[in-house]
């Protein structure tokens, strides 16, 4: 039987990486996604190469439409046709409202939430047609409860959902599910740029008592995308450490 192959966006970033290795341990196919340095992304799939991890790789700003429609169609050109994809790239530009700027907002709106149409529109019609695939947005529990200095992230990561329940309701009778993932805290790059104090008293507020791991995370997004789970679609599952519960 010839593998699965799955596209994660942002694939070398935290909760990325993770998710990658689970599923390249899933026997899949698997291409990471970048935006930024070609050399530091060569580099990353050698260093991975020699911890046993064969990934695939591909250029791509996930904030522009042309740049999503060049990755895909070259990614089904050189790799093959998309079973999964996992729309994980995402940054924050963190400031109150009044502080933010226009260019933060539409950075983080662009990056987080219009780059999920933009890969999904390019990969859909494929999964629609081939009658399987596996969609997973990685959101976040500040698009859940809302976030202090988070206007942006937590618009573009609740915009996220919207957008799972909207399309899983288009394709459910295509074998193609949707889904949300929304992780609390995870123990990444992203989570040491919060200033020490700021990220102090948010751990103070998580039950469990620390940050996620990166692989807890990637462990939901596996048994979302097992055949097994083709009635679980237009779900959001919270991952947070009993932090917020909806
Ligand atoms: N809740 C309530 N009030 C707060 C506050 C909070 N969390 N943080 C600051 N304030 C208050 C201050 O006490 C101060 O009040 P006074 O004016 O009365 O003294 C006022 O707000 C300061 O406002 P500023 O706009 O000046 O805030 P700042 O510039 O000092 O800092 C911030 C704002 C940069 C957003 C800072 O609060 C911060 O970094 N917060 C963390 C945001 C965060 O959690 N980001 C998550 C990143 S990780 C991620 O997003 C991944 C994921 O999915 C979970």
């Known amino acids: 039987m010839t593998k699965k ?15 990658c290795k689970k599923l390249f341990d899933a026997d899949i196919c698997v291409v990471a996604t970048y935006s930024r340095e070609h050399e530091k992304a060569l580099a990353w799939q050698t260093k991975q190469l020699q911890a046993g991890y064969k990934f695939d790789i591909a250029y791509g700003d996930v904030s522009d439409f042309q740049s999503c429609e060049s990755m895909i169609k070259k990614i089904e050109q050189e790799v093959g046709p998309i079973d999964i994809l996992i ?12 502080k933010m700027n226009k260019q933060d907002w539409d950075i983080v709106i662009n990056t987080d939430l219009n780059s999920v149409f933009y890969v999904t529109h390019t990969v ?4 629609k047609e081939r009658g399987f695939g596996r969609i997973i947005n990685i959101s976040s529990i500040n698009g859940q409860k809302g976030q202090f200095g988070q206007v942006n992230y937590a618009a573009a990561k609740a915009g996220m959902h919207g957008f799972t329940k909207a399309l899983a309701l288009e394709v459910a009778n295509k074998g193609v599910t949707v889904n949300t993932i929304s992780p609390g805290y995870v123990a990444t790059d992203m989570i040491l740029a919060i200033p020490e104090n700021v990220r102090n008293q948010i751990l103070a507020g998580i039950p469990i008592g620390r940050f996620a791991r990166p692989d807890e ?30």
């Open 124 to 127: 859909l019609r494929g999964m």
């Open 217 to 246: 995370v990637a462990h939901v997004v596996a048994f979302l995308i097992d055949e097994k789970s083709s009635y679980i679609t237009g779900a959001n599952i919270a991952i947070n450490g009993g932090q917020y519960m909806a």
């Open 5 to 19: 192959i799955a596209v994660v966006t942002g694939g070398m970033g935290g909760i990325g990486h993770a998710i």
């Open 87 to 98: 729309n994980n790239a995402g940054i924050t530009r963190d400031a109150s409202c009044c």
